[in-house]
T-cell receptor, first 115, second 116 residues
Framework: GAGVSQTPSNKVTEKGKYVELRCDPI?????LYWYRQSLGQGPEFLIY????????DSGLPNDRFFAVRPEGSVSTLKIQRTERGDSAVYLC?????????????FGPGTRLTVL | AQKVTQAQTEISVVEKEDVTLDCVYE???????LFWYKQPPSGELVFLIR??????QNEISGRYSWNFQKSTSSFNFTITASQVVDSAVYFC?????????????FGRGTQLTVWP
């Protein structure tokens, strides 16, 4: 079946602009996660959803970052007033539920470059 | 706090050599889960294995094996008879319970290069 998909695969923007990154989870997966991976680092947790609600958004770095999942499937990560330090690969993952130790299935990521 | 340390930044081996990737973790949870993921040059993270904190049995899957030792808070990964296709970045990750349920805490990764 189809895996997690993310669009766009690459996004180049200018400092101060607004961007939206989209994630399509595996069908039927109720939990959805966003991570950010900077060059040479491991992924860092941003936020996760169980259904439509954000169960834990404590990883969002500041209030310029926001994510939604209005219908419990597709999610959008929104970044306002982008800064050069936001440049990274943004990874989305999904899992069947939120039980402890669930395997998370990752998408290919969106590479964001802020000039 | 949850923390994963992968002290080896880069490892290079020649094909058919065995290689072990180290992972040390810190957690206050009594129930937790450990993972290994592979990130090939294409960038997509691929799940390799999950262990829970109550199962210290070592596991073997083909050329891959994992050694989980709670006494030393380590979860090491060995590739036997390495192949060029094993070249990738390997991440160890930790997931706890309670307020951090659902989050994966990743180490910085180990870049493995296997030369023909």
């Amino acid at each position: 079946g189809a895996g997690v998909s993310q669009t766009p695969s690459n996004k180049v923007t200018e400092k101060g602009k607004y961007v939206e990154l989209r994630c399509d989870p595996i069908s039927g997966h109720t939990a959805l996660y966003w991570y950010r991976q900077s060059l040479g680092q491991g992924p860092e947790f941003l936020i996760y959803f169980q259904g439509t609600g954000a169960a834990d958004d404590s990883g969002l770095p500041n209030d310029r970052f926001f994510a939604v999942r209005p219908e419990g499937s597709v999610s959008t990560l929104k970044i306002q007033r982008t800064e050069r330090g936001d440049s990274a690969v943004y990874l989305c993952a999904s899992s069947p539920g939120l039980a402890g130790g669930q395997e998370q299935f990752f998408g290919p990521g969106t590479r964001l470059t802020v000039l | 706090a949850q923390k994963v340390t992968q002290a080896q930044t880069e490892i290079s081996v020649v094909e058919k050599e065995d290689v072990t990737l180290d992972c040390v973790y810190e957690t206050r949870d009594t129930t937790y889960y450990l993972f290994w993921y592979k990130q090939p040059p294409s960038g997509e993270l691929v799940f390799l294995i999950r262990r829970n904190s109550f199962d210290e049995q070592n596991e073997i899957s083909g050329r891959y094996s994992w050694n989980f030792q709670k006494s030393t808070s380590s979860f090491n990964f060995t590739i036997t008879a390495s192949q060029v296709v094993d070249s990738a970045v390997y991440f160890c990750a930790l997931s706890g319970r309670g307020s951090t349920l659902g989050r994966l805490y990743f180490g910085r990764g180990t870049q493995l290069t296997v030369w023909p």
